[in-house]
């Protein structure tokens, strides 16, 4: 029986490669030169470090910036709060999301069950297993969720026929 699964799995190699090349441009900046700016990838966390919130914003800017010419969505990361440090330094943490929580897998298992389609979806760990009879219901089950899920960019793999 044909089936796919659904996942949000960004590419943590480009992740490493745009955090790497935005903490050589805040290196070799102007205007954060003498300033405590600096961006670091421990695991699944980036950690933004400045001196004021608005050193952050810049820094955050960068980040995209590379990210976006790296092709990886900027929706896989989850911006956390602003956290004071000792003197005037401020840093924040963004999660870089992998695999679908269990709310968002419940609502395009039911997204796909209210479409009438043929097919069967199941939750199955961090990812939405789904299964039909024809290659043309797996199409269209792929063209719904791309439409309809926006919030969180899903990829598909492991398509077997």
Same mark, same amino acid.
């Given at each position: 029986?044909?089936?796919?699964?659904?996942?949000?799995?960004?590419?943590?190699?480009?992740?490493?490669?745009? %955090?790497?090349?935005?903490?050589?441009? !805040?290196? +070799?900046?102007?205007?954060? /030169?003498? $300033?405590?700016?600096?961006? #670091?990838? &421990?695991?699944?966390?980036?950690?933004?470090?400045?001196?004021?919130?608005?050193?952050?914003?810049?820094?955050?800017?960068?980040?995209?910036?590379?990210?976006?010419?790296?092709?990886?969505?900027?929706?896989?990361?989850?911006?956390?709060?602003?956290?004071?440090?000792?003197?005037?330094?401020?840093?924040? %943490?963004?999660?870089?999301?992998?695999? !679908?929580? +269990?709310?968002?897998?419940? /609502?395009? $298992?039911?997204?796909?069950? #209210?479409? &009438?389609?043929?097919?069967?979806?199941?939750?199955?760990?961090?990812?939405?297993?789904?299964?039909?009879?024809?290659?043309?219901?797996?199409?269209?089950?792929?063209?719904?969720?791309?439409?309809?899920?926006?919030?969180?960019?899903?990829?598909?793999?492991?398509?077997?026929?």
């Amino acid at each position: 029986m044909p089936s796919f699964d659904t996942v949000c799995e960004p590419n943590l190699v480009e992740v490493r490669n745009a %955090v790497d090349n935005a903490a050589k441009e !805040i290196g +070799t900046r102007f205007d954060f /030169k003498g $300033t405590s700016a600096a961006i #670091d990838l &421990k695991d699944k966390d980036i950690t933004l470090l400045g001196d004021a919130e608005f050193q952050l914003q810049q820094v955050e800017d960068i980040l995209r910036n590379k990210l976006t010419k790296r092709n990886v969505d900027v929706r896989y990361l989850d911006k956390g709060d602003v956290q004071k440090m000792g003197g005037d330094k401020v840093k924040q %943490v963004i999660k870089v999301r992998n695999g !679908i929580e +269990t709310e968002q897998a419940k /609502k395009i $298992t039911r997204l796909i069950k #209210d479409s &009438k389609l043929k097919v069967q979806a199941a939750i199955q760990g961090d990812a939405v297993r789904v299964s039909g009879a024809k290659r043309d219901d797996l199409q269209a089950a792929m063209a719904l969720i791309k439409k309809d899920v926006t919030d969180v960019p899903m990829t598909f793999n492991n398509f077997r026929d």
